[in-house]
């Protein structure tokens, strides 16, 4: 054990479980987030027992607005130091414009904004205090364009990823690194609860494994970079978002979110 505990939200499926097994491999001791009890408790029992770390479930939806402080302050009265925070939790709104409903809409920022701000302030405060550590927000492809039919969700990474960079550069000389991670279409469980199964982004494009782009992850928090966009084809993506013209690239996205 290294005696260092990290801090993972949407911890029970996908890209969040495959960093828990990572950081535990390497053995950190964890606090897994996400909302389902059942789910977090089977993970802590398989983590702990197969690692022999120390796990601590807790349960917390992130869509209601003082998540971010109860987890906090949980931590803060049992004594439990957070040296490295993944921001791994969030979700995306899918559908028209003009049918969107505007409750999940507010609960997708609540989640992908606000929580992963808070959390951001209130742990690396505490950081500072100790000399050091790492932050990892999860943020998307989808963070250097437009999107049609996911307008929210796609501002919403543009958010992620212009606050990580921005405070990895304030952070940096406190010895706090902030990275922020940019994966493509992966396969979890983001596009069930979204409802995108059928689009032709999954059925027609490359989509990675949750394992992959964590790997991909894990090693580029771990060396300090401030971006990490996770496959040959993402970048690529990326690259090309600098130079294609901004109605193009809605074009594009619009037809990959079109349903087969």
Not at 25 to 51: C, F, H, M
Not at 246 to 251: D, G, I, L, Y
Request: overall charge positive; glycine content about 8%.
């Amino acid at each position: 054990m290294n005696n260092k505990t990290a801090l993972i939200t949407g911890a029970s499926a996908g890209i969040g479980y495959e960093f828990t097994k990572l950081f535990a491999k390497d053995g950190y001791n964890l606090v897994i987030v996400a909302r389902t009890k059942e789910k977090l408790n089977n993970i802590k029992d398989e983590l702990s027992r197969t690692y022999n770390i120390s796990v601590k479930a807790l349960p917390k939806d992130l869509s209601q607005p003082n998540a971010a402080d109860e987890i906090y302050n949980e931590l803060k009265n049992e004594n439990i130091n957070v040296d490295v925070l993944v921001n791994n939790a969030g979700f995306g709104v899918f559908d028209n414009y003009w049918n969107i409903d505007v409750k999940k809409e507010r609960d997708m920022l609540q989640v992908n904004i606000i929580a992963l701000t808070g959390l951001c302030n209130l742990f690396s405060k505490e950081m500072i205090k100790r000399g050091g550590g790492k932050i990892l927000n999860v943020a998307s492809t989808a963070a250097f364009q437009p999107g049609p039919m996911m307008p929210g969700y796609y501002a919403s990474k543009a958010y992620v990823l212009s606050y990580s960079r921005a405070i990895d550069f304030e952070l940096r000389e406190k010895g706090v690194r902030v990275s922020v991670l940019c994966p493509g279409p992966t396969q979890t469980e983001f596009q069930s609860r979204a409802g995108m199964n059928n689009i032709n982004l999954f059925k027609k494009g490359i989509v990675m494994s949750a394992e992959e782009v964590a790997r991909i992850a894990y090693k580029g928090l771990q060396k300090g970079k401030p971006l990490i966009v996770a496959g040959l084809m993402n970048k690529i993506t990326v690259m090309s978002s600098n130079i294609t013209p901004v109605k193009v690239s809605m074009a594009v996205i619009k037809w990959l979110h079109k349903r087969q």
